[in-house]
Each structure stands twice: as C-alpha cells, then as structure tokens.
C-alpha cells in the first residue's frame, strides 16, 4: 500500500464529496501536496496525494534525492467542474491546477502542486479554496508492529487558504509542517485513522492547530 496511492482515511471512490483534508488526489490516483486534506474541498479524484490525508513530506529525505534523476517524473495540469458538497452545503466546484510528482529510487517524493476551487452554493454564494507549495516524503507508509501504518509527511508553501469569492480572506495556513498519521489498514482496502501528530511546525496554521475544525465554521457563514 503505497502512500503514493491510498489516502489515510480510506482511499474514497470517485465521488466529489469533500472530507477534511491532508491528502488529496491526483488523476492517476496518485497521493500529492495540495493541502492538508483528505479530499476536502472536492479535489478529490482530480489531485495527487493528498493532499494524504491526502493529506506526505520530509524535505530532508527528499533534498537528499533530489540529487539522483527521479524514476518517476509527472507533470499534470487539470480542470473539472461537477456538484459538491462542502460542510453539508450543497452546490458546485469547479477545480482547476497542476501538478508536478517525482518519485526516486529511494522511494522518497517530492510533489509540487498549486490548486484552485471555486465551490458555488446553491443560493448562489461562492469560496475559493486555495493551495499552493510542495510535500516530500516516503512513498510507502512505515509499517508498524501493531499492523498499523504511519505516513510521514512534510509541507512547505500554504496547504490552505480560503476565502470569498472576489472577497476577503477567512483563513490562511502557511509556512512549514511535518504531519505523522496512523492508519489501520482494514480487509475491504480502507485505512481508518487512528492518530496523528505535528512537529515542526512554522508560521500560522490555523487551521491545523483547529484540528480542522476551523473550515466549516468560517465557510459555512459565508456560504449561508
């Protein structure tokens, strides 16, 4: 199980629902940078992790790689539009970005990505959910004696800001941070969380320090 390909809280289908995030997807499937989340925001099946869960970094390890050529080297630019859901609101995201993932045979990674969603309530209200920077880290999660499974990432850039659509800023993540989550792989494929911690943690994350809980409860006064 790869953290390349899974996200922590469970590989979700190739639906558009919006989770909290830490990963996030890429086309592929693929785990990458844009954003804390695990597929919040509907960028789900159209990121890489990841951004996670989703929702993956370690910049020394992947300074050390980056050296070497990478063995994977993938460039993705992508635009989607479909009906989303955000903290139970319903509307429409359309979610545009590129994507840039090396994988080293050291089975390190570094992914650089910039996203953009605009969610567009029902009532016609609009956010924008922003993210910019890159994540590093191990490709395959560590495999603990307890048969859980820990990825160990590092984000650098601004996992998150959201705001109002032509508006003001309502929260801004930035800086640098090293995010450690458990999983328990489960016998149907899905990982259910089970802990995480941060260290090294630099500049405002608001949102993190919330344990996520500051996304609804900006966004959902805007949007109503």
Do not use: W
């Not at 869960?53 to 063995?71: F, H, I, M, N």
Request: charged share 20%.
């Amino acid at each position: 199980m790869k953290a390349s390909r899974e996200y922590r809280r469970g590989a979700a289908p190739a639906d558009h629902d919006s989770d909290r995030f830490l990963l996030t997807k890429r086309p592929e499937g693929m785990l990458t940078t844009a954003g804390f989340g695990i597929r919040r925001a509907g960028i789900v099946r159209k990121l890489a992790l990841v951004l996670a869960g989703a929702l993956a970094l370690t910049l020394g390890a992947a300074g050390g790689a980056s050296a070497a050529a990478p063995v994977v080297n993938e460039h993705t630019n992508f635009t989607d539009t479909f009906p989303d859901q955000v903290c139970g609101i319903t509307g429409t995201s359309t979610v545009s970005g590129v994507d840039n993932f090396k994988l080293y045979a050291d089975d390190t990674f570094h992914d650089t990505s910039m996203v953009r969603q605009v969610f567009t309530a029902d009532n016609g209200k609009s956010v924008v959910i922003f993210s910019a920077g890159q994540v590093t880290g191990l490709n395959d999660p560590i495999q603990n004696a307890d048969g859980t499974i820990t990825f160990i990432n590092t984000y650098k850039g601004m996992p998150e800001k959201l705001s109002i659509a032509h508006g003001p800023t309502l929260s801004r993540d930035a800086g640098s941070v090293t995010v450690a989550q458990t999983f328990l792989p489960l016998p149907n494929g899905d990982l259910q969380f089970v802990s995480m911690t941060v260290s090294g943690e630099h500049g405002p994350h608001p949102e993190l320090d919330s344990d996520f809980e500051l996304f609804c409860n900006v966004l959902i006064p805007a949007l109503t």
